[in-house]
């Protein structure tokens, strides 16, 4: 599938499937297209894939894109494959989809499928498996609840839980915490600081080697390139508030980060996904409802988390944000299940787990 027109159907059939859903909210298709397109996303640069439609009396009943990631390959040594932007009508056309992929896996000697990757952990990841009655935060995913019966039913099985925690911002910090982080400010000599608008582009490549550094042992990271990171980085300045993003250094040295956006989504409901004519009116006149933000990342080099610097963010951040901004509520996600450093931690701080999003795999040899 290479044409233009191809494209637009694959793209729209996610529209069309989930426009009566309550909580979908349509991603802006320009961005979709971007994102589909290999030039103009550069993870297409290390990455084979193949757009797949099932059809039944000749209309669209689901979609789903074959992915081999080269790096990850290189990275992992796992001889997998991978589907995502996966939406199906009934089990039979999902039952069809993946069976196609694993053949188009198995002609490419992989030996796993693994998924869903949109097209990969640093974009959009997982199938929403419980938290259905409230809306996705800025790129994390939506989709109905018998999506999970549908991939169980193909043989695949659980591989990795991805959390979503979510936090009051008008909830006082636990005073243990609080000294905790100013202790290890004061023992450490920790910099804190906001990463400034003008700066960002000048930030990027730092932050593309905290974020490679800090995250390198995490399950399943591909260490996206500086193509990949500056897209996404771009993509991001956008709707980038500087109030929302604070580093660590020690001796010059970016440690760590913290770094939220604010959660477009809510101003993209009721858009359709498209900016013209109306949608762009219907945006600007809905960013001020924003009170909500997606903590992106939250993350620290290896080599100084024993100093105790993720209370130290937290604190950080939300000093910054309130009462300076109109943001009530954050998002912390996503969170591997058995990431007990951050989990531990958010639970502490009085967050509380309301969605969990799930990878599958199946092993095809």
């Known amino acids: 599938m290479g044409t233009r027109r191809e494209l637009d159907r694959f793209i729209d059939y996610a529209y069309e499937r989930n426009r009566r859903d309550p909580h979908w909210i349509p991603p802006l298709r320009i961005a979709e297209r971007e994102r589909l397109s290999p030039g103009k996303n550069p993870f297409f640069a290390h990455a084979d894939f193949e757009r797949l439609l099932a059809f039944k009396d000749g209309r669209v009943v689901g979609r789903i894109l074959a992915i081999d990631d080269r790096l990850h390959n290189e990275v992992h040594g796992d001889n997998t494959a991978a589907f995502g932007f996966f939406e199906a009508e009934d089990a039979g056309a999902a039952l069809a989809l993946l069976s196609r992929v694993e053949s188009w896996a198995l002609a ?46 193909g043989g695949y099985r659980k591989v990795k839980d991805l959390y979503a925690w979510l936090y009051d911002l008008d909830r006082d910090i636990d005073p243990v915490i609080v000294k905790l982080a100013a202790r290890v400010q004061e023992t450490h000599h920790i910099v804190v600081r906001p990463l400034a608008l003008r700066e960002l582009e000048r930030e990027i490549e730092r932050l593309r080697v905290l974020y490679c550094g800090a995250w390198a042992r995490n399950w399943g990271f591909v260490p996206p390139t500086p193509d990949e990171f500056r ?94 901004t109109p943001y009530r509520r954050a998002e912390l996600s996503w969170v591997l299940e058995d990431n007990r450093d951050i989990n531990q931690v958010v639970e502490r701080l009085g967050a509380r787990r309301y969605k969990t999003y799930r990878i599958y795999q199946k092993a095809l040899t």
Do not use: W
Not at 142 to 152: F, G, K, M, Q, R
Not at 243 to 254: E, H, N
Not at 276 to 304: A, S, W
């Open 231 to 324: 897209r996404i980085g771009t993509e991001l300045k956008q709707i980038f508030d500087p109030r929302c993003a604070v580093c660590a250094d020690v001796d010059g040295r970016a440690v760590a980060c913290a770094i939220a956006i604010p959660d477009i989504n809510q101003a993209l409901k009721g858009t359709g996904g498209r900016l013209f004519p109306l949608g762009l009116i219907r945006l600007l006149r809905r960013k001020t409802i924003i009170d909500q933000v997606r903590l992106l990342l939250l993350g620290v080099l290896p080599e100084y988390r024993a100093l105790g610097l993720y209370p130290l963010l937290i604190c950080e951040l939300r000093r910054q944000m309130v009462p300076h």
């Open 108 to 153: 490419r000697g992989r030996a796993r499928v693994r998924g869903p990757l949109n097209p990969s952990l640093n974009e959009s990841a997982g199938l929403l498996v419980d938290g259905f009655d409230a809306d996705p935060t800025l790129m994390m995913p939506h989709n109905p609840p018998e999506y999970a019966d549908y991939i169980e039913a």
